[in-house]
């Protein structure tokens, strides 16, 4: 088993920066990709951006030049760096990883941009 632990989810003003974090402990042999999604109130969950052990990052449309994702491996960290923010951001942040055939999934974090 693995536990995800998200933190730094908050109230920002739009154009303003956050940073999350994501923790993986337990069994983490064997994790590659870590990655952030995000659901708004009435939506979907939806991929915000990717990361594979080897540092390899895929964004969505919607964030590509404002959030940075990166990974620290010796931590078993996942961070998103989020700038410009703006009020359709606001969501609830989850992290998630895959270890062999298995996808884990933390409690989420709410980022909330006012307008």
């Known amino acids: 088993q693995v536990q995800l632990v998200e933190s730094g989810g908050g109230l920002v003003p739009t154009g303003g920066s956050l940073r999350l974090s994501c923790a993986a402990s337990?069994?983490?042999?064997?994790?590659?990709?870590m990655a952030w999604h995000r659901q708004a109130p009435g939506k979907q969950r939806e991929l915000v951006a990717t990361i594979t052990r080897g540092v390899t990052a895929v964004y969505a449309d919607s964030v590509k030049g404002r959030f940075t994702i990166s990974r620290d491996n010796a931590k078993n960290t996942v961070y998103l760096q989020m700038n410009s923010l703006k009020p359709e951001d606001t969501a609830v942040y989850y992290c998630n990883c895959v270890r062999f055939t298995t996808t884990y999934w933390g409690q989420g974090t709410q980022v909330t941009v006012s307008s």
């Open positions: 337990g069994s983490i042999f064997g994790i590659n990709t």
